[in-house]
């Protein structure tokens, strides 16, 4: 994966359902939430100069960055799911598959990028950021829509 043009990308597309400044967030290796004011920080070396996508690189050094490409929420009564992105999807779901991805909370979804990698991870995160308890959850990858229409809309981001 080409790191800055996959960053550049899913910022640039991302503020019909989020700021473009807010697209990333620092993820602990315990998987808990850091900073998601990118544009904030200054250690790690970053600039006031830097781009955005020389500042992620910079942090992507030190610390996993979560970068959103959507929001999702599961409509327990009819067991559907809507997907927010740059295009809104809305379909039902086997109960296996609610049984096994249902949240109760609406989440935001996208890529854990590892540090020092361009690995990825494809999960989610808390809407609010602001709790405590805010976490990084890895979406179980499987054969199920909701996995693989999450997969398809994250593949048509990433720059290699």
């Known amino acids: 994966m080409n790191l800055e043009k996959t960053i550049k990308n899913i910022r640039a597309s ?16 315990n998987y808990y939430m850091g900073s998601n004011n ?3 920080l200054d250690q790690f070396d970053i600039n006031l100069s830097d781009s955005f996508e020389e500042k992620i690189l910079k942090i992507l050094k030190h ?22 992105s740059t295009q809104d999807y809305n379909f039902k779901l086997s109960p296996e598959e609610f049984e096994k991805y249902a949240n109760e909370k609406e989440r935001l979804f996208g890529i854990l990028i ?14 609010c950021g602001c709790s405590i308890d805010a976490a990084f959850k890895e979406i179980e990858p499987s054969d199920f829509e909701f996995y693989r229409k999450l997969k398809e809309i994250i593949d048509g981001k990433i720059i290699y």
């Open 63 to 84: 610390e996993n960055v979560f970068l959103n490409i959507g929001m999702y929420a599961f409509i327990p009564l009819i067991n559907e799911c809507d997907i927010y």
């Open 114 to 127: 590892k540090k020092d990698s361009s690995d990825y991870i494809i999960g989610s995160c808390d809407l």
């Open 38 to 40: 990118i544009t904030e």
């Open 14 to 29: 991302c503020n019909n359902y989020v700021d473009p400044d807010l697209v990333a967030t620092v993820i602990h290796d």
